[in-house]
């Protein structure tokens, strides 16, 4: 059975510092990566992809994959209160559209 | 661009009803998966439409099925509700083609079943 193990929290920051943010999967097939954010009340919210390993940056978001470890992170560089939430891994397989999810850790920045 | 549409947002069954929950996708999107949330089994998938073919499906009973329509736009029906099916309903569309398209989620649906 396919399995994405997250660390459910919550994990406590404080304001301007880096959070980070790690997943891990079972599954070998694995060929894409996904970070969603869910603020509590609300629906997911893709805030990054990857699929190869090393580093992709997007504004103060970096997601770093390490296939060999099967291993996925998030960072969160100058954390904000409103980047409070809980940040959910999520990975496919090849040919399959399935997302199968972590059960999320949730993020507390303290202002 | 609208994103991703689900109708409608809340609703409260009885056990043994039937409930249809509709979603749009992205314009432009081909695919749609359909998603259940609860507290205790955090998201699971349940089936995936593809040119209004069921492509992928999930480990959950036949009680549960969809289809797709034309316009890309799905539905998802759940028969003999019980007291367990009471959970958020998510929606996500991509554009299709490749797996690893990113999904992207309606607001969902939240069913309470009594």
């Known amino acids: 059975q396919k399995e994405v193990e997250q660390n459910s929290g919550p994990l406590s920051v404080p304001e301007g510092a880096i959070a980070s943010l790690n997943c891990t999967y079972s599954?070998?097939?694995?060929?894409?990566f996904f970070w969603y954010r869910q603020y509590s009340g609300k629906s997911p919210e893709l805030i990054m992809f990857?699929?190869?390993?090393g580093d992709k940056e997007d504004g103060r978001f970096t997601a770093q994959l390490n296939k060999a470890s099967q291993y996925v992170s998030l960072l969160i560089r100058d954390s904000q209160p409103s980047d409070s939430a809980t940040y959910l891994c999520?990975?496919?397989?090849?040919?399959?559209?399935?997302?199968?999810f972590g059960s999320g850790t949730r993020l507390q920045v303290q202002p | 661009k609208a994103g991703v549409t689900q109708t409608p947002r809340y609703l409260i069954k009885t056990r043994g009803q039937q409930v249809t929950l509709s979603c749009s996708p992205i314009?432009?999107?081909?695919?749609v998966s359909w998603y259940q949330q609860t507290p205790g089994q955090g998201l699971q998938f349940l089936f995936e439409?593809?040119?209004?073919?069921?492509?992928n499906k999930g480990n959950f009973p036949g009680r549960f099925s969809g289809r797709q329509f034309s316009n890309s736009r799905s539905e998802m029906n759940v028969s003999t509700l019980e007291l367990g099916d009471s959970a958020l309903y998510l929606c996500?569309?991509?554009?299709?083609?490749?797996?690893?398209?990113?999904?992207?989620f309606g607001d969902g649906t939240r069913l309470s079943i009594l």
């Open positions: 996500a569309s991509s554009l299709g083609g490749r797996s690893n398209q990113p999904q992207h």
């Open positions: 599954d070998r097939g694995s060929q894409s």
């Open positions: 990857i699929y190869s390993n």
């Open positions: 999520a990975t496919t397989d090849t040919g399959r559209r399935a997302l199968t």
């Open positions: 314009s432009g999107h081909r695919s």
């Open positions: 439409y593809f040119s209004e073919t069921q492509r």
